[in-house]
C-alpha cells in the first residue's frame, strides 16, 4: 500500500489553509472572494492523490501558480506594465490565429 504524502494545505484545518493562502498571495479575505477564487476538489472513494491532482490542475488553470510566482519578489511597476502589454499583444496573437484557421 502506498503512502499519501499530503501538501501543507492538506493537513491544516480549512480555516488555517485559507488563513495560509491569504497570507502566500497577500490578499484579504474579501478580495479573495470577491475574485472568486474558491475551488472545491471532492475526494471520491478516498483516493486523495487523485484530488490532489484534480486540484493541482484546477489551480494551474486558474493562474495560481503564475500569480505566486510573479509575487515572490518585488515587480516593479515599469516592468509590470511591459510584461502585462506583452501578456495582451500575445493573447491577441493567438486569438487572431484562431479566427484565421476558423
Same mark, same amino acid.
Given at each position: 500500500?502506498?503512502?499519501?504524502?499530503?501538501?501543507?494545505?492538506?493537513?491544516?484545518?480549512?480555516?488555517?489553509?485559507?488563513?495560509?493562502?491569504?497570507?502566500?498571495?497577500?490578499?484579504?479575505?474579501?478580495?479573495?472572494?470577491?475574485?472568486?477564487?474558491?475551488?472545491?476538489?471532492?475526494?471520491?472513494?478516498?483516493?486523495?492523490?487523485?484530488?490532489?491532482?484534480?486540484?493541482?490542475?484546477?489551480?494551474?488553470?486558474?493562474?495560481?501558480?503564475?500569480?505566486?510566482?510573479?509575487? /515572490?519578489?518585488?515587480?516593479?511597476?515599469?516592468?509590470?506594465?511591459?510584461?502585462?502589454?506583452?501578456? #495582451?499583444? /500575445? /493573447?491577441? #496573437?493567438?486569438?487572431?490565429?484562431? /479566427?484565421?484557421?476558423?
Amino acid at each position: 500500500m502506498r503512502k499519501a504524502v499530503l501538501p501543507l494545505f492538506c493537513v491544516l484545518k480549512r480555516s488555517e489553509a485559507y488563513a495560509f493562502f491569504y497570507e502566500v498571495l497577500n490578499v484579504s479575505k474579501k478580495q479573495w472572494e470577491r475574485k472568486g477564487k474558491y475551488l472545491e476538489v471532492k475526494v471520491i472513494d478516498n483516493d486523495v492523490e487523485k484530488a490532489l491532482k484534480i486540484l493541482k490542475n484546477k489551480l494551474s488553470k486558474n493562474g495560481f501558480f503564475k500569480e505566486l510566482k510573479l509575487r /515572490r519578489a518585488y515587480e516593479k511597476p515599469s516592468v509590470k506594465r511591459k510584461r502585462k502589454a506583452l501578456e #495582451a499583444r /500575445r /493573447r491577441m #496573437a493567438k486569438a487572431a490565429r484562431r /479566427r484565421r484557421y476558423s
